[in-house]
């Protein structure tokens, strides 16, 4: 008989890592409040979140915010009065390390492991099974789990205790925020200057200003693909605001957190909220007077 996991947690990632675990030959019984994304994903559907533990050696997450892992852990449906000793919970959400650690204090009382286990790659790494894992808690927890983590992960790092694989992505996902938003102002800045897109793109990649943004996501955006399906505008805000407030609890000045929570902000405002983060450059665009960094049949429409 094969090996069982649970996953709660269905969207836009958690989807396509049910998906690898899937055609990997793990059984899932998967769980989200959206009808059908279970099936979808080819999962067994669960009828809560407490009813994908029976039989899984691990349970995995993907939840939006910290407020929502709360209530999925420790809520009255919850995991807590289903996971039984020895069970392991990994939270691929991106979530307050100090919400991940108080989570897992309560869970330690009950010899439940929780692993909070950051993702990067979005979901072209999502599909392709290459994301990054960083992980916090429990060397051993995470050794009897890699089983679940292969085939959606190239590479998993133990980032340290529990909340270090949180704190870690917030690093990340601030810098992903920062190097996004200056340069889809960059890039709308080099359209209204009249200059050739992808000859800036290939200038910079060759130069100091080179980041993931204009190695991996700009050479689409000219063409019109914004990569659909990864982190919204509006859930990377949250992370912003998340890395904000766990550095000053460090006490560490967050100097450069205006740019990208005034950008993504527009981006809201202007109604690409719930679209993928890179639209932010077309928020700007819409700011400096309706620029695309593409024609509208490039962009399919």
């Not at 899937?22 to 998967?30: E, F, P, S």
């Not at 204090?105 to 072209?124: F, K, P, Q």
């Not at 050739?196 to 991996?216: E, K, M, P, R, W």
């Not at 912003?240 to 000053?248: K, S």
């Amino acid at each position: 008989m094969g090996r069982q996991a649970g996953f709660v947690g269905l969207g836009n990632m958690g989807g396509r890592m049910t998906r690898r675990l899937v055609q990997a030959g793990i059984t899932v019984l998967g769980y989200d409040l959206r009808p059908g994304l279970a099936a979808a994903a080819g999962a067994s559907p669960a009828d809560s979140p407490a009813a994908v533990c029976p039989g899984s050696e691990c349970v995995l997450l993907s939840l939006p915010d910290s407020r929502v892992v709360e209530s999925v852990v420790l809520g009255r449906s919850g995991l807590i009065g289903a996971a039984s000793p020895g069970q392991v919970i990994i939270d691929l959400s991106t979530a307050a390390p100090e919400s991940t650690r108080r989570i897992h204090d309560v869970l330690s009382e009950r010899g439940v492991e929780y692993l909070d286990a950051g993702i990067s790659g979005g979901a072209a790494a999502a599909e392709k099974g290459t994301l990054t894992i960083m992980v916090g808690g429990s060397a051993t927890a995470l050794e009897r789990c890699r089983w679940v983590l292969e085939p959606i992960a190239s590479k998993v790092a133990l980032m340290g205790d529990s909340g270090a694989g949180h704190a870690t992505k917030l690093l990340n996902n601030f810098l992903n925020a920062v190097s996004l938003a200056a340069t889809s102002e960059v890039m709308v800045a080099a359209r209204k200057a009249g200059l050739d897109l992808a000859q800036v793109l290939d200038v910079i990649n060759a130069s100091s200003g080179v980041n993931f943004a204009t190695l991996s996501r700009f050479p689409h955006i000219i063409q019109g693909d914004y990569l659909e399906g990864g982190l919204t505008s509006g859930l990377m805000t949250k992370d912003v605001v998340l890395y904000v407030d766990h550095v000053r609890s460090l006490g560490v000045p967050c100097l450069n957190a205006a740019g990208p929570l005034a950008s993504f902000g527009a981006a809201i405002n202007l109604g690409y909220g719930e679209q993928i983060s890179n639209r932010v450059v077309d928020a700007i665009g819409d700011l400096a007077g309706g620029v695309r960094l593409h024609d509208d049949d490039a962009a399919g429409g």
